[in-house]
């Protein structure tokens, strides 16, 4: 496995060598499909240029500075020199265990994004790497820890993952966004013993495993068919409007759910029990008698 960054898990007195590797592909989050601007007359690529409205005329890249805006047209400037003085210059290559942690306790949103550590080519620094990931798997216990890539700081979370350890950088606590907003705007809300009996019935009719194999998206496949129509020099159809979905009385549509669902695994156990259809016999012809 590439890792683009090399070093070890440290707690107390113990260094456990490990690799840094993406566990996602870079467009992940986006698109598999990217698109350049351009000029629809000739089609040429749109070159950006760098604009000073003041002098009205381009400027080269070495006339560039970055700026703080403190107020309204008032800015800081700040230099290259400036963000390097105070990046982390750490070179112990370390990831750092400050805790370990019940990982039911760790709220998802704080987690950004997943790497995995690979162990050391070495046979012999292979089995603390294995003992730290049985330890974590036997206690459910995840490990918080802090470490330095490129200059800059990362808080991390140490987790198993199968048969592997996963890092997951975290988000600062100021970088998540309260919710007190929204628990204000539901608490005086209340809900029916019934409708919560629908609801949970709802909810079991639909259970199953989470299978990462049903993650695919209709837009990506959507856009990849549009492409390949329009290279083809087809006629591209355009969806049919989706109507709006009516208001419908809560009670009602639980009601209408849960009969959804059950008439839905009828018609699954009837299939699985219907036997198979026998094949048609030819009816045996009778040899006709003999005449005496």
């Keep these: 496995m590439r890792t683009i960054w090399n070093g070890s898990i440290s707690f107390g007195l113990v260094n456990i060598p490990v690799g840094l590797a993406l566990a996602t592909t870079p467009k992940a989050r986006q698109s598999d499909v990217s698109f350049r601007t351009l000029h629809r007359e000739c089609r040429t690529p749109i070159r950006q240029k760098r604009w000073c409205p003041t002098h009205e005329r381009e400027v080269g890249a070495d006339e560039i500075v970055k700026g703080w805006e403190v107020a309204k047209g008032e800015f800081v400037i700040v230099d290259d020199a400036d963000l390097e003085a105070i990046q982390l210059q750490d070179d112990s290559r370390s990831i750092e265990i400050t805790r370990f942690v019940d990982l039911d306790e760790v709220d998802p949103v704080y987690l950004d994004r997943t790497y995995y550590l690979a162990p050391s080519q070495a046979p012999a620094a292979r089995r603390p790497y294995v003992l730290l990931l049985e330890?974590?798997?036997?206690?459910?216990?995840?490990?918080v820890?802090?470490?330095?890539?490129?200059g800059a700081e990362y808080f991390c979370l140490i987790r198993p993952?199968?048969?592997?350890?996963?890092?997951?950088?975290?988000?600062?606590?100021e970088d998540v966004r309260s919710q007190a907003e929204i628990e204000e705007a539901v608490s005086g809300t209340e809900v029916k013993d019934a409708e919560l009996a629908l609801a949970s019935q709802v909810m079991q009719s639909l259970v199953g495993e989470f299978d990462p194999a049903e993650l695919h998206s209709e837009y990506r496949r959507d856009l990849r068919t549009m492409l390949e129509a329009k290279l083809s020099g087809h006629e591209v159809a355009k969806p049919e409007p989706v109507a709006e979905t009516p208001v419908v009385d809560l009670m009602e549509a639980l009601k209408r759910s849960v009969a959804e669902a059950q008439d839905r695994k009828k018609a699954t156990t009837a299939a699985k029990k219907k036997p198979a259809a026998a094949k048609t016999q030819r009816p045996r012809r009778t040899p006709a008698r003999k005449s005496a």
């Design 135 to 143: 330890a974590m798997k036997q206690g459910g216990m995840g490990a």
């Design 161 to 173: 993952k199968g048969e592997a350890l996963a890092l997951e950088t975290l988000f600062l606590a």
């Design 145 to 150: 820890g802090r470490f330095v890539l490129r």
